[in-house]
Every structure is written in structure tokens, then in C-alpha cells.
């Protein structure tokens, strides 16, 4: 199936410096781009969603700490005052 994709000229000019950088047809390089951020996106929406159930399992088997707690950790780690 072909999908006609109007691109800035900046935008075209730096796919085509990339295409020719690799020796590749503009098309190819473009294909290749578009499929690993469509897969890099879909990775991380599943890592958000384990992130977020992991979280709930917690909250629900009672392991988690208070946001005083949290905070002053985060504080200790990155030396911040109390202020901040």
C-alpha cells in the first residue's frame, strides 16, 4: 500500500542527508525510521502499563510508603533542600 507524506523541506532535506549518508533509497531509510519508532512507542506504552500495574499490585499487597517518605528520599538523591 503506498501513503503519500507531505514532510517539511528541513525535514526532507535531512531524511535524504540520511538516506545518502547510508547509501540507501530515501523510501527504505523512511520505512525503516517510521517502523522503529511505531515499535519503540509500542514497547513503551507496555512498560508504562506494567510500570502502572506493578504499582497497583503494590498499593494492594500494602507495599508502599508515604509521599513524606518518597520525597525525602528523593531529596537525600539528588541534594536538594527542603525548600525545593
Known amino acids: 500500500m503506498a501513503i503519500i507524506v507531505t514532510l517539511s523541506p528541513e525535514l526532507e532535506a535531512l531524511l535524504r ?3 545518502a ?7 527504505f531509510v ?3 525510521l517510521l517502523t522503529s519508532v511505531l515499535e519503540w512507542e509500542a ?3 507496555e512498560a508504562a502499563i506494567q510500570g502502572i500495574q506493578q504499582g ?3 498499593f494492594e ?3 508502599s510508603r508515604s509521599f513524606q517518605d518518597f520525597a525525602e528520599e528523593q531529596r537525600r538523591k539528588y541534594n ?3 525548600d525545593s
Open 17 to 19: 542527508d540520511k538516506a
Open 43 to 45: 514497547q513503551d506504552s
Open 56 to 58: 497497583l499490585d503494590d
Open 61 to 63: 499487597a500494602e507495599r
Open 21 to 27: 549518508q547510508r547509501g540507501q533509497d530515501v523510501n
Open 30 to 32: 523512511a520505512s525503516e
Open 80 to 82: 536538594l533542600s527542603a
